[in-house]
Each structure stands twice: as C-alpha cells, then as structure tokens.
C-alpha cells in the first residue's frame, strides 16, 4: 500500500524539503546506526508469507506499557493490551459506526439526562471465576472515579466531578451526574470493569477483567502473554494465545513482520519498509504543542504566537510525513463532534514570528529562557527527526529551545497534573486521539483551567466549555466550534501541527482490518488467521 502526497504548492513544499535537509540527515543516521545494532530472526522469510501457523498472535508494540491498571486504560500504551481484550467496560463504542454498543450493559436509558439506568448482562465471570454483578460495575466507578486513587480517566473522562452510584439489584446500575449530561454512557465507556475486592487505595500491576483473554505474565522488559478465557460469556477469540513485545524502532517492528518474526506490528509508516503489508488506517490523532504560561517567555501571548508562526507546518507534513497528514488547525479533526471546518492552521511566517519574539523582549519579556521542548522516545514514527525540526525552526524565530527525548514514565510527568515544577518554560508535544468522536473529550482535559492535560485556561472559556458541555444537537456542535475558534483567537495555549493517519503492519497470515481504534484498543478478539 502506498500513499499519494496531498495537493500543495510544490515550490513551497521543495522549499519546506530543503530547510529540513540538515535535521532529517541527522535523524536518519541515528535510525540507521540503531537498526544496524537490531538482529532480526529469520531474515529470509521475506514478505511474512512463510511463517509458520501458530495457536500465538505475535504482536509488537512501540514500547512497553508503564502500567496495566485499568482504570489508566485510556492511556495509549495501556489501553492498547487492555481495554476490550482482558478488560471491558459496560458500553462500548463502535469505531466505524461512532454508536455505543452493549458490552457487560445490555441497555441503558435516562429521563433527564442526569440519572442513567444500565441493564447488566448476565452470566459473566471474571478471570478469577467469581460472577460479574452491579457492585463490581459500581465499584468501578467509585475507585477510578469518585476515589483518591488518582487515576487517569477520572481527569480525562470526567473532571473532578463526582457520580452517585447505586446498586438497584444484581443487574441493575443507576449512575446519576451532578448534572444534566446527555454523554454520560459514552464517559462510562472509558471504565474498565474490575472486580468489587480490586483494591480502592492501590493500583493493580496484574488486572483481572471479564476479556476475551486473561493475562497470564508480564516479564517486564522482555514481553507479556495472554491466554483465551475459557469461561468467556462472549465468542472464543481465534487465537488460543498472543504474546505483546515491544520494540522502539518502526523499522525493526516493520521488519518483525516482514520476516514472520511478528504478525502485527503497531504505529509504522511507510518509510520502515513494510511494503504492501503496510495497512493505512484513519487514527483521529492530533498532533500539538502546548505551552505552559508559568515562566516566561509563553507568559506572553505574542510569543505564544510566535511559535504558531515559526513552524512550517506544510512542509514538516510535506518531507517528513510524505503529505500522508493534514495541516491541524484545532485539537480535533473531522468527523468530532465540535469540529470547526472554517479554521485554518496558522500560516508559515518567519519574519512574523520573529517580530513578535522582539516585541516582547523589549517590553522585558525574558525571549532568552530556556524553553524544554518534551517529546515521547517511539510515540509515533519519525517522532525524533520531527522534535530536531522544531527545536530548529523555534530557534531560527529566536527563541531557546533545548529537545528532551524522554521515555514514557518520564513524560508523563509533563503530560498530566501535576506537572513537574523544577523546570524553565516547557513546550509540551501532545498526542491527542479522540476517539469518542466528541469534543467534550478534548476540551475539558485540554482546555479547562484545571484541565487534567491542560496548562492554563480563562475564566471566559471555563464558562463556554460549561455550557457546551449540558448543550445537544446542533447547539453542541456550535459550542464546541466557538470554543476551538476562541483557543486559537484569545488564548494560544497550543500550536496544532497535524492531524495523522495510522498504519499496521500485518503478516499475509492475519485476517484484520484496523480502525479508528486500533492504536488506542488494539482488540485481539477481532483478529483471525487468514483463511
């Protein structure tokens, strides 16, 4: 599978290649001095045509997860072994489709939007063979949502509010809001359901869940195996087993798969020579930066808005991602609920961002601090070459940029509340995939003040968010637009670069058809051997 480059200016994009030449020489010498020092197993088996049939789906991974906790299942590398393959939540949303589906709720329904009654399945046991009821549904709300166990999805998902939980019988669930909330079945598609015993204080290394496949180890560093429940309520997955590695080059996994070493390999592109076992796939990723307004110089919006002029984002999508991406203008792309079609990215101006960084400065703006611009190692192909791009162009309009390559424990750090404090100003590179399909997920964690994943915010813009939020139909989908346009107009908390597509590399021997999904949910249950 090969891709096309989208339409443009030529004379601007061979101009973009040029200005890029020096980062991406050195970002290719890099790659290649860490493949050669990668071995490869059966090199010979070209195309993955000839690996041999296995009861073990070989799935290689961009890096290790740094938890399997349920209830951080809405990070990336969590969720991808998780959510709807050892774990499940009580709703789950179609990809495809953008419906909510049954999973352990059969139906749902409310008179007011603020209070939800959920019908539980009946006949499901988790992996430790006890039966899954309403109290388990309902302590799973209560720990990842209304404790102090701080987890993930309760910023993410649904702020500091908490939800009233009662139990009406074995399988009955009301779930009421602190007020009216006309998505709260697509919030609780974020929750993994975990037993009623899993601990309230304490997060989980090993879950257990009521999945297709129970975990079976985790032997950190090297790989983590799964197995097919035998007690699953649901249909047996083809696979009897699967085994996750993980490997931070995308030619390495690419060549995993090409050599029938693997039979999935995750978050490649085109460039890591996968060749016709490369399968695109729309991911609804958004790449950005964010910029913290505590230190100077981002606590000054002209040099906020400096650095949506100093990056050339045509050409960083025409030469490094080979016109596959689209320009981003906001946090979401088509398709979200909320999204703005009549926003534009901000256009490439040197000279423009230059002047604003001098303005500044000679109002006692401090434009010479040192800026940490934080950037995941593996997050997503050509990550590295894409950082030195940036440090380069920030640079280049005058400001001090020092790029931090850092694992993913470390970068959550910056990523989520509370940020680290004994640092300069930080430019913070954000991966955002809303797969909800509405942006309420964006903009409560990306845009309140005390947005989980946001820096700053306005009183003015807390209140548009608010109201959006209770609002449906088409005055939602015009909320959420004010609130884009407004971002980009009174606050310049980020400079959006691209909204990306995805690809898989999958062996001739795997039946899949990868989704909008896959990279947040890899769900192994949907994957069967080619017939």
Request: glycine share 8%; charged share 25%.
């Amino acid at each position: 599978m090969t891709f096309e480059p989208t339409s443009g200016s030529s004379e601007k994009t061979g101009s973009a290649k040029r200005r890029l030449a020096l980062a991406l020489t050195s970002a290719a010498v890099g790659s290649t001095m860490l493949l050669s020092g990668c071995a490869v197993a059966n090199s010979e088996n070209a195309e993955g045509s000839t690996a041999e049939a296995s009861d073990t789906l070989r799935v290689v991974l961009q890096q290790e997860p740094p938890t399997l906790e349920p209830c951080e299942s809405n990070l990336t590398s969590t969720g991808v072994i998780d959510r709807s393959t050892i774990t499940e939540p009580l709703v789950e949303r179609n990809p495809s489709t953008g419906e909510l589906e049954p999973k352990l709720a059969t139906e749902w329904s409310s008179e007011d939007d603020t209070t939800w009654t959920f019908k539980l399945r009946e006949g499901v046991t988790f992996h430790d063979g006890s039966d899954f009821t309403a109290e388990d549904a309902a302590h799973t709300i209560e720990r990842a949502v209304n404790s102090q166990l701080g987890c993930n999805v309760e910023g993410y998902v649904f702020g500091d509010d908490d939800l009233t939980v009662e139990v009406v019988d074995d399988t009955t669930l009301s779930v009421t809001a602190v007020g009216p909330d006309p998505i709260l079945p697509l919030r609780l598609s974020f929750l993994e359901v975990v037993p009623s015993e899993t601990s309230d204080t304490e997060k989980v290394r090993e879950p257990i869940g009521t999945g297709p496949y129970k975990l079976d180890e985790w032997q950190a560093g090297q790989k983590i195996t799964v197995s097919a429940y035998d007690g699953y309520w649901g249909e047996a997955p083809a696979f009897p087993k699967a085994e996750y590695q993980w490997r931070a080059e995308g030619t390495v996994r690419a060549a995993m798969v090409t050599s029938g070493e693997a039979d999935i390999a995750m978050g490649l592109s085109p460039e890591d020579n996968i060749g016709d076992l490369g399968v695109p796939y729309p991911n609804n990723e958004t790449v950005a930066l964010r910029m913290h307004t505590d230190k100077p110089p981002f606590n000054d919006i002209r040099v906020r808005q400096a650095v949506n002029y100093a990056i050339d984002k045509e050409g960083i999508v025409a030469s490094l991602y080979g016109g596959r991406e689209k320009v981003a203008a906001q946090l979401v792309p088509e398709g979200i609920v909320g999204h703005n079609a009549g926003l534009e990215g901000w256009p490439f101006d040197l000279e423009q961002a230059k002047s604003l960084v001098a303005e500044a400065q000679a109002d006692g703006v401090d434009t010479s601090a040192p800026i940490s611009l934080i950037v995941r190692n593996a997050q997503f192909p050509k990550i590295q070459e894409l950082g030195q791009v940036l440090q380069e162009q920030l640079k280049q309009a005058g400001l001090n940029v020092e790029l931090k390559m850092l694992e993913t424990s470390q970068h959550l750090q910056y990523q989520v509340r509370p940020f680290v404090e004994d640092e300069g100003a930080i430019l913070h590179m954000t991966q955002h995939g809303n797969q909800a399909g509405d942006a309420a997920f964006t903009v409560d964690q990306y845009m309140l003040t005390d947005g989980a994943q946001s820096a700053f915010g306005t009183p003015e813009l807390d209140a548009m968010i608010q109201e959006a939020n209770a609002a449906t139909g088409d005055e939602r989908q015009s909320a959420f637009e004010e609130i884009f346009a407004y971002q980009n107009e009174e606050v310049v908390q980020f400079a959006h670069i691209m909204h990306q597509t995805g690809m898989i590399g999958k062996a001739e021997t795997i039946d899949y058809e990868p989704n909008s999904s896959t990279g947040d949910e890899l769900r192994l249950a949907e994957i069967k051997p080619a017939q």
